[in-house]
């Protein structure tokens, strides 16, 4: 047997013990929306403008029980939406949870990664969140998926960062060693885990870490086995991250939380530090930022298969033409104050909330514009916070 199937069938067990995400499943669509697992909004971020089509095939790569491909059923009504898995037992939850809650149109099938040539066809978003980091060659893994990405296509990926998850392979490392021979029986795993938390002092940096950042997760076996006794992990930093991007032959398109990677947040009141940045690359700064900021558990980024068109709306004919429509992944709007697509609360002006409730995916912005007192620039503005989205003449 290969190494390789024998970290799969490690890791098929692992899951078909504790399937996971433990998500309860209901009986209506998921509550709120993940904006990375919407067509619109995500292609928006990566591009700068409304995709033109909506009749797109979604591959939810290494699916687990569901959650993410539920999610990509009720985001995406127009899709064709393609779960795959290691885990049947785990498959069968994210069979049973789409089916009650109506996300009729998943369709899903028992494979590796390594094996996802089976499936017809090519996709035009890839999501892979959380999985390539628990193969034992996570090179080939995105290089596979990579062929499968539609021309045009983005590639949604997350995986885990070493330096937020430093306690946490302390924790992995000792659970190991305390199973010995037991180790691959994540029910005793489990049980040793809890029992180490329970003992050990209170001031203890492990035991405080798991109580800041896991705890209220960790409650359910499931989260507590995937974080502390999985088979197979491997964690990043910035420089092996860009090695695994770079050997998918994809464009890197951008983190999907842009806010945590401006040094200007750590370093603003040095600006003779920010000076001396000046001739470093951009990922030396992300690399600077992550060691200035060691909280980072995960990376969670978008590529892209070539070529992907991007807007440009400096050019101010190109924007007076194209057509805005507020960004379906905020909430309480018609109000001026909203949480935007990342959950994070906008105070509107006056005149932001105006010019949007003019924004009825018919009227261009030239249109528009004689009707309210805005202008191009406060109109840019919006399309960057992603408060309305573009569609070009």
């Known amino acids: 047997m290969s190494?390789?199937?024998?970290?799969s069938d490690a890791v098929a067990k692992l899951y078909d013990t504790?399937?996971?995400?433990?998500?309860?499943?209901?009986?209506?669509?998921?509550?709120?929306?993940?904006?990375?697992?919407?067509?619109?909004?995500?292609?928006?971020?990566?591009?700068?403008?409304?995709?033109?089509?909506?009749?797109?095939?979604?591959?939810?790569?290494g699916c687990g029980s569901?959650?993410?491909?539920?999610?990509?059923?009720?985001?995406?009504?127009?899709?064709?939406?393609?779960?795959?898995?290691?885990?049947?037992?785990?498959?069968?939850?994210?069979?049973?949870?789409?089916?009650?809650?109506?996300?009729?149109?998943?369709?899903?099938?028992?494979?590796?990664?390594?094996?996802?040539?089976?499936?017809?066809?090519?996709?035009?978003?890839?999501?892979?969140?959380?999985?390539?980091?628990?193969?034992?060659?996570?090179?080939?893994?995105?290089?596979?998926?990579?062929?499968?990405?539609?021309?045009?296509?983005?590639?949604?990926?997350?995986?885990?960062?070493e330096l937020g998850r430093w306690e946490i392979q302390l924790m992995q490392k000792a659970i190991a060693l305390l199973q010995g021979e037991q180790k691959?029986?994540?029910?005793?795993?489990?049980?040793?885990?809890?029992?180490?938390?329970?003992?050990?002092?209170?001031?203890?940096?492990?035991?405080?870490?798991?109580?800041?950042?896991?705890?209220?997760e960790n409650h359910r076996d499931e989260n507590f086995a995937d974080m502390y006794v999985h088979p197979q992990e491997i964690d990043y930093n910035i420089d092996t991250l860009f090695d695994l991007i770079d050997a998918s032959g994809l464009e890197f398109l951008g983190f999907s939380n842009p806010a945590f990677w401006d040094l200007q947040r750590l370093l603003s009141k040095a600006p003779e530090l920010i000076d001396r940045t000046k001739n470093l690359s951009q990922r030396q700064l992300y690399r600077l930022i992550e060691?200035?900021?060691?909280?980072?558990?995960?990376?969670?980024?978008?590529?892209?298969?070539?070529?992907?068109?991007?807007?440009?709306w400096q050019n101010d004919q190109i924007l007076l033409a194209a057509i805005p429509e507020v960004n379906h992944c905020i909430d309480g709007f018609p109000s001026q104050v909203i949480f935007n697509y990342d959950y994070k609360i906008v105070n509107l002006s006056d005149r932001e909330f105006t010019f949007m409730q003019a924004c009825d995916g018919k009227l261009t912005v030239g249109e528009i514009l004689p009707t309210v007192e805005f202008s191009l620039d406060e109109?840019?503005?919006?399309?960057?916070?992603?408060?309305?989205?573009?569609?070009?003449?």
């Not at 994540?186 to 896991?214: C, M, T």
């Not at 840019?380 to 989205?389: A, E, K, N, P, T």
Request: aromatic share 10%; proline share 8%.
């Open 3 to 7: 190494d390789t199937q024998k970290v």
């Open 18 to 61: 504790y399937p996971f995400p433990p998500e309860p499943i209901l009986d209506e669509p998921p509550p709120g929306y993940n904006w990375r697992w919407d067509w619109l909004a995500a292609y928006n971020f990566c591009t700068g403008m409304k995709p033109q089509k909506q009749n797109i095939r979604i591959l939810d790569a």
């Open 66 to 161: 569901g959650v993410s491909t539920e999610y990509l059923v009720h985001l995406n009504p127009n899709a064709e939406v393609v779960g795959i898995d290691l885990s049947a037992g785990t498959l069968e939850v994210a069979r049973e949870r789409c089916q009650r809650s109506g996300a009729n149109r998943a369709e899903f099938h028992q494979l590796s990664l390594f094996d996802v040539e089976q499936l017809p066809g090519k996709f035009d978003l890839i999501n892979c969140v959380g999985v390539l980091h628990h193969t034992n060659d996570p090179i080939r893994g995105i290089q596979t998926l990579a062929k499968k990405l539609a021309p045009g296509g983005i590639f949604h990926i997350f995986v885990y960062g």
């Open 184 to 216: 691959g029986d994540y029910r005793d795993g489990v049980a040793v885990g809890r029992q180490i938390f329970k003992s050990l002092p209170e001031h203890n940096r492990i035991l405080k870490r798991e109580r800041e950042r896991w705890s209220l």
């Open 291 to 312: 060691l200035l900021d060691p909280e980072t558990s995960h990376y969670e980024f978008f590529l892209a298969c070539p070529p992907l068109t991007k807007a440009d």
């Open 379 to 393: 109109v840019r503005s919006l399309q960057r916070q992603q408060l309305i989205m573009l569609t070009p003449a």
